[in-house]
C-alpha cells in the first residue's frame, strides 16, 4: 500500500527452506512410477544439501546408502557425520569423482556453486537416476539432451547459461523440455519411468516471499517481534 518494509528478515534458512520444499516437492512426484530411491547422492554438501536432505526426509524419504562429493574434503567429512547421524545404519560413501557418485546413485542432488558444467558423459547417467539439478549449472548439455527434462518455470530457467540454457543455445529450440513441476503437479504430464529425469529449479521470488509471510505471521502470532519505534524518520512526504 505505502512501499514502506514492514518487516526485515534474515533470509539464509528462508531461501534454503523454499529451496529444499521445492526439491523435495519434485523428487517425490517427478519418482512416482519408478522404485523408491535406497541409494542418494549429494554432489555439493553445503546448507542447501543439508536443508534438501532434512526436507526429503520429513516427508517420509529414508536411503540405504549416501553417496557424497565435495571439492572440499572437510564438506565432505562435515556432512558425512550430519548424515552418519541423520540416518543410522546407511552406508556413507565419500566419492573421488561426480561420475562414480552418480553411478552409485538412483537420486542425485546437485548442490554445488559450479559455474559451468563439469558432468560431461551421459553414460553416467545409463541406469536412468532421477536428477535434482537445484545448482543449475553441472550438467553438460550432452547430458541434459540425453535426459527427460523439467523446469519450475520455462523462462526463469532458459537464462544466465543454466545447462538447460546452454542445451537451448546449442538446439536453437526447447524441445527437449518435457514440462514444468506444475504440468506434473497437475497432471498434464506424467514423467517417464524408464528415462534419466533431470528438474532444474531456477528458483522463483515468490516462494521466498511465501515462506517469508508464514515466518513472519507465525513470529507476530507468537509475539516474539522486535519492533524499532520510528524507524522511519519520513513517513510523509511532503511533511
Avoid: M
Amino acid at each position: 500500500d505505502t512501499g514502506y518494509p514492514f518487516a526485515c528478515l534474515e533470509s539464509s534458512v528462508i531461501s534454503a527452506t523454499r529451496t529444499a520444499a521445492s526439491a523435495a516437492l519434485a523428487a517425490d512426484h517427478l519418482s512416482r512410477g519408478r522404485p523408491a530411491p535406497r541409494r542418494v547422492g549429494f554432489v555439493g554438501t553445503g546448507l542447501i544439501a543439508r536443508y534438501i536432505h532434512t526436507y526429503l526426509s520429513a516427508t517420509g524419504w529414508s536411503f540405504e546408502e549416501i553417496g557424497i562429493h565435495d571439492l572440499s574434503g572437510e564438506h565432505a567429512a562435515g556432512f558425512g557425520e550430519y548424515a552418519a547421524e541423520a540416518e543410522p545404519g546407511a552406508k556413507i560413501t565419500v566419492h573421488t569423482d561426480a561420475d562414480g557418485l552418480i553411478r552409485a546413485s538412483d537420486l542425485v542432488v546437485f548442490a554445488t556453486v559450479a559455474a559451468e558444467p563439469h558432468v560431461h558423459d551421459p553414460a553416467a547417467f545409463a541406469h536412468h537416476p532421477l536428477v535434482l539439478n537445484v545448482s543449475l549449472r553441472d550438467l553438460s548439455p550432452d547430458v541434459v539432451l540425453s535426459a527427460a527434462n523439467f523446469v519450475d518455470d520455462v523462462e526463469h530457467c532458459l537464462k544466465a547459461d543454466t545447462s538447460p540454457h546452454l542445451a537451448e543455445q546449442r538446439t536453437g529450440h526447447r524441445d527437449f523440455l518435457d514440462g514444468t513441476l506444475d504440468d506434473v503437479l497437475a497432471g498434464r504430464v506424467r514423467p517417464p519411468t524408464d528415462r534419466t529425469v533431470i528438474f532444474s529449479p531456477f528458483g522463483l521470488g515468490v516462494l521466498d516471499l511465501a515462506v517469508g509471510r508464514f515466518v513472519y505471521e507465525e513470529v507476530v502470532a507468537r509475539g516474539e517481534q522486535l519492533v524499532v519505534p520510528d524507524f522511519f524518520a519520513e513517513l510523509r512526504r511532503y511533511g
